[in-house]
């Protein structure tokens, strides 16, 4: 599969954890999207810096080619896909009761 | 790059005293499971060809399926700087719902 469509289906995955299997349903939560804002912003520095330097190189024929601050816009669906299925993991576990405070 | 994600995240622990670093548990179980498909899917990646990464710019040191040591640290750094975050706005916002709450 390319990079977009492994992409893709991780924020799909991401989404159906979120709404479906553990429900926690960040993704129709205030405190979810302000902080994705938040990190989405960093993302963007850090993925200029990784590749406008070169650092990470992407094939271009496994990749849309849109590219968002010189990195492709793929890197921001892998992000969200990761940021989302972490935060569900955080959550989950703090109403299970582990170290919720 | 991970060190301006330590420096833009961490303070949070400190000026906002999330406290997640003290959750230590509760990061790991966490962190840990999500990391373990990213790599899996880095691992792929890079067989793949779709990134690879410039020798000179990285330590050259490598971990299991042949990925950059960096590659590690960013799938642990990365969503501990996330949940910081989270922590951090639900510390401000004090109304807003995160799903947790006793």
Redesign the interface.
């Known amino acids: 599969m390319s990079y977009t469509q492994l992409a893709i289906c991780a924020v799909i995955a991401a989404v159906i954890l979120d709404l479906f299997i553990i429900k926690n349903r960040l993704t129709t939560r205030k405190v979810f999207w302000t902080s994705y804002a938040i990190i989405i912003f960093f993302q963007l520095i850090t993925n200029w810096w990784l590749t406008s330097r070169e650092i990470v190189m992407y094939s271009e024929e496994k990749i849309i080619g849109w590219r968002i601050a010189s990195a492709p816009a793929e890197d921001l669906l892998f992000g969200f896909a990761m940021v989302l299925s972490v935060l569900n993991l955080w959550v989950y576990w703090g109403k299970k009761g582990v170290q919720r405070r | 790059?991970l060190a301006?994600?330590v420096v833009?995240?961490f303070w949070l622990e400190i000026v906002l005293k999330v406290?997640v670093l003290?959750?230590f548990?509760?990061?790991l179980?966490?962190?840990l499971?999500?990391a373990t498909?990213?790599i899996i899917?880095d691992a792929y990646?890079i067989s793949?060809?779709?990134?690879?990464?410039?020798p000179e710019?990285?330590l050259g040191v490598f971990g299991p399926f042949g990925i950059p040591v960096e590659e590690y640290f960013f799938f642990l750094i990365?969503?501990i700087?996330?949940?910081m975050?989270?922590e951090a706005?639900?510390t401000v916002?004090k109304k807003?719902?995160?799903?947790?709450e006793?």
Do not use: E
Not at chain 2, 48 to 54: G, K, M, N, P, T
Not at chain 2, 96 to 100: F, M
């Open positions: 790059m301006f994600t833009g995240s406290g003290r959750r548990k509760r990061v179980l966490s962190v499971p999500v498909i990213f899917w990646a793949q060809d779709h990134w690879h990464f410039d710019q990285i990365v969503p700087a996330a949940i975050t989270i706005v639900r916002k807003w719902i995160v799903g947790d006793a």
